[in-house]
């Protein structure tokens, strides 16, 4: 079997991964423990994202004539993709939060709902809060109003009631 045949499956698999994504960050792992590296794994599991390590000319073909062809140009020494097909953000949270324990994981770049962003840009999506927080708040917003008419109103009665 030649070489090409055995490494379009691998490029097959990225294309179809990336293909539907709402993001992909390529992230750079070197010095990472397997302690740390599995610890990290998990997490991105549970998040529901797709953390795979590819071979930089694996990522190169699969990112041909795809939002992702930007990432190319960081495609240099140990790489890896996380790829999250329902939360933009995800990624980007999950490994910009593990950084901090572990400095030698970085994200180089990231593609966000087909928009490229370097590593300042991925570094400013991973403070956004998850969609489910962002709900959250937007639900205690429109709660405080009522809650605190519904406060006041049981003052002015009890006060009444007390007369």
Request: glycine share 6%; charged share 25%.
């Amino acid at each position: 079997m030649a070489k090409v045949e055995l490494k379009k499956p691998i490029v097959e698999e990225i294309s179809e991964n990336i293909k539907d994504a709402e993001s992909v960050v390529l992230v750079h792992y070197s010095g990472i423990t397997v302690e740390a590296d599995t610890q990290l794994r998990k997490e991105l599991r549970e998040a529901g994202i797709i953390y795979k390590v590819y071979k930089n000319t694996m990522m190169n073909f699969a990112f041909k004539d795809t939002p992702c062809e930007a990432l190319a140009q960081h495609l240099e020494g140990p790489n890896a993709l996380a790829i999250s097909k329902t939360d933009a953000t995800a990624a980007a949270r999950i490994i910009s939060g593990y950084a901090k324990k572990a400095p030698t994981v970085k994200m180089l770049a990231g593609v966000v709902e087909g928009t490229y962003y370097d590593e300042n840009g991925v570094a400013a999506l991973a403070t956004i809060p998850s969609r489910d927080e962002l709900l959250g708040k937007l639900l205690g917003s429109i709660q405080s109003p009522v809650t605190n008419l519904a406060r006041v109103l049981n003052q002015i009665a009890e006060a009444k009631a007390a007369e």
